[in-house]
T-cell receptor, first 114, second 117 residues
Framework: DQQVKQNSPSLSVQEGRISILNCDYTNSMFDYFLWYKKYPAEGPTFLISISSIKDKNEDGRFTVFLNKSAKHLSLHIVPSQPGDSAVYFC?????????????FGKGTHLIIQP | GAVVSQHPSRVICKSGTSVKIECRSL??????MFWYRQFPKKSLMLMATSNEGSKATYEQGVEKDKFLINHASLTLSTLTVTSAHPEDSSFYIC?????????????FGPGTRLTVT
């Protein structure tokens, strides 16, 4: 049973436009959410996180939105750059503010086209 | 940011042999580390939580006698895949917990590609 779902295996966006990556979750105990960027044969790199007490967190070009009632979060990247091309994983935690074992989605491969 | 290393980065072994993977926190102490496994085109799956000085906590479905975890110091956790089989071939990634200075989260290592022939 996939508790964290990323239903789009891939997404193609033109350079300079906004990239929106979506993530849904089913476990209502999740209270902390994280986005990671991953290149092939490398470990995930932390991008941004959000606590369930917030509905938005912004860091530079990256913004994460959380809709608790819908159990949905999204990552917005604007403007998209070629270096953003990678696989993006949504992850969730039910305790420890992301410092406990994480449950990951399957990832979305973002492709930024010039 | 905090750095986590893994060694080796890739390893090929024969079926039936054992392989040890090391995970080190390079510039901070980590009382807790995690081991994940990623199959091709799949998500990372948490295998176990490694606690310094105590037994690891394994996730449901993970064989503790097959995947031996030792967290002997505050900067080193090891995962030993015993009697490896081809189905154990995977990408193994560790992470170290950070809980200090108002920062909480995990830093991931670069991963180890295991191929069992």
């Amino acid at each position: 049973d996939q508790q964290v779902k990323q239903n789009s295996p891939s997404l193609s966006v033109q350079e300079g436009r906004i990239s929106i990556l979506n993530c849904d979750y089913t476990n209502s105990m999740f209270d902390y959410f994280l986005w990671y960027k991953k290149y092939p044969a490398e470990g995930p790199t932390f991008l941004i996180s959000i606590s369930s007490i917030k509905d938005k967190n912004e860091d530079g070009r990256f913004t994460v939105f959380l809709n608790k009632s819908a159990k949905h979060l999204s990552l917005h990247i604007v403007p998209s750059q070629p270096g953003d091309s990678a696989v993006y994983f949504c992850a969730a935690s039910s305790s420890g503010g992301g410092a406990d074992g994480l449950t990951f989605g399957k990832g979305t491969h973002l492709i930024i086209q010039p | 940011g905090a750095v986590v290393s893994q060694h080796p980065s890739r390893v090929i072994c024969k079926s039936g042999t054992s392989v040890k993977i090391e995970c080190r926190s390079l510039d901070f102490q980590a009382t807790t580390m995690f081991w994940y496994r990623q199959f091709p085109k799949k998500s990372l799956m948490l295998m176990a939580t490694s606690n310094e000085g105590s037994k690891a906590t394994y996730e449901q479905g993970v064989e503790k006698d097959k995947f031996l975890i030792n967290h002997a110091s505050l900067t080193l956790s090891t995962l030993t895949v015993t009697s490896a089989h081809p189905e154990d071939s995977s990408f193994y990634i560790c992470s170290a917990r950070v809980l200090a200075g108002g920062i909480s989260g995990q830093y991931f290592g670069p991963g180890t590609r295991l191929t069992v022939t």
